[in-house]
């Protein structure tokens, strides 16, 4: 009776429903299956499906799903992983999650999308302190004028396809979507509007990110957006970019309490894993749980970096494990610039032991003074980190970003 139970139980497939798209005709497809993770660890539960979003009327372009995801992550930033020291730590790592197995369902008829209640420990924020000060970089020129898609899924991942070409993604101005991913444009532009990560810690097999740049081509613009991580049983990194030839600016965006595990998602503030011709940050603030600004190079080469007028924190959301580096460079990096830059470690964490590689790294260790830190070791680097908060405070403070943003131009 047992190996009848067994033999039957083994050849049930697990399936979940297909999430309908918001617009009039729209059928969400259920998230393909990735071909290029970059990590090879189980999904915790069976994730969302991705959505489409909603049709776009006369002269602007749909989007589609692409492909998304990327390859194992590098023994390399395992073994920094197992090697970091865990000063500060309040928990352990736990099992890892068991696998799901999913079968794709047939696409029902197309029916009006029904949102699910939201899993966020505080209402959505809408933008009411004007952001001051004119920024580093401009959108594209004429990017009022790309084809316009809109995001209207609250519970599963929409992905954009520029098809080649430009694209302007439009949040709610009412309510806050769930991540995005953009692919396959030449120029890309987001300004604006609020992202709750949905609570699971991966969408098919990939990571969960709130934002996902994938095989674009020119700039991708994102300015203004509000990212949530507070959400019970997520795990995110706030935005992951996987496009070797585009330049990516990230300006005025504020992201709270991502949260993630060492043997799940790491909850990065920002990560170009999968490599970038050059990024641009001027203004922004995150607190996570694990881990911050995570530019080594990976998957991809990196051409050049900017990070300006940003500050990175502990969320102190538990559990926290391992990790609680909040930036991670390496020894042969390419030209990065850090321009007021400021770090604040995890509770009971030392600075040294919160920056990577540390102070005591054998090939180009960290140095601190008086609260500032450097690598005179790493030619390619310049500009150093500040310990603790901006003097007066959040770069992105709380309020000035998210549903109702309005820009405050630039130089």
Avoid at 134 to 152: E, K
Avoid at 279 to 307: E, M, P
């Amino acid at each position: 009776m047992t190996q009848l139970l067994l033999a039957l139980i083994g050849i049930l497939p697990l399936s979940y429903p297909i999430v309908q798209g918001g617009g009039s005709g729209v059928v969400a497809e259920q998230a393909a299956p990735a071909v290029e993770s970059r990590d090879s660890r189980p999904a915790t539960q069976p994730p969302p499906a991705a959505t489409a979003p909603d049709a776009a009327p006369a002269g602007e372009v749909p989007a589609d799903q692409a492909a998304a995801g990327a390859q194992a992550e590098a023994q390399a930033q395992a073994r920094a992983e197992e090697l970091a020291p865990v000063a500060g730590s309040r928990s352990g790592t736990g099992p890892a999650p068991t696998a799901t197995t999913t079968t794709p369902a047939p696409a029902p008829k197309p029916t009006t999308a029904t949102t699910t209640p939201s899993t966020t420990t505080a209402p959505p924020a809408r933008a009411t302190t004007p952001s001051t000060g004119a920024l580093s970089w401009a959108p594209p020129a004429g990017w009022q004028n790309y084809p316009v898609t809109r995001i209207t899924s609250t519970n599963s991942v929409t992905t954009v396809s520029g098809k080649g070409g430009d694209v302007l993604v439009q949040l709610p101005a009412d309510r806050p979507a769930a991540p995005i991913i953009i692919a396959n444009c030449r120029n890309a532009v987001v300004m604006g509007g609020q992202i709750n990560v949905l609570p699971t810690a991966r969408i098919g097999n990939d990571d969960q990110r709130a934002v996902y740049v994938h095989k674009c081509t020119g700039t991708v613009h994102i300015e203004g957006v509000l990212i949530n991580g507070n959400v019970a049983g997520s795990q995110a990194d706030g935005i992951a970019v996987n496009a070797p030839e585009a330049t990516v600016q990230i300006q005025n965006v504020r992201m709270d309490a991502l949260r993630g595990t060492y043997s799940v998602n790491h909850a990065d503030v920002f990560q170009p894993w999968g490599g970038v011709r050059e990024y641009r940050i001027d203004r922004l603030t995150g607190t996570t749980n694990y881990q911050g600004i995570q530019v080594r190079q990976d998957l991809g080469a990196i051409g050049k970096g900017t990070i300006r007028n940003a500050n990175v924190g502990s969320s102190e959301v538990n559990p926290i494990e391992r990790g609680g580096q909040f930036i991670r460079i390496d020894c042969n990096t390419y030209p990065l610039a850090l321009e007021n830059v400021y770090l604040d470690p995890r509770s009971g964490r030392d600075m040294g032991y919160s920056v990577w590689p540390q102070t005591d790294d054998r090939s180009c260790p960290a140095k601190i003074s008086n609260g500032v830190v450097s690598w005179p070791s790493i030619g390619n680097l310049s500009g150093t980190l500040s310990q603790g908060k901006p003097a007066s405070g959040d770069f992105v403070p709380a309020g000035s970003v998210g549903i109702g943003y309005v820009s405050p131009g630039y130089r």
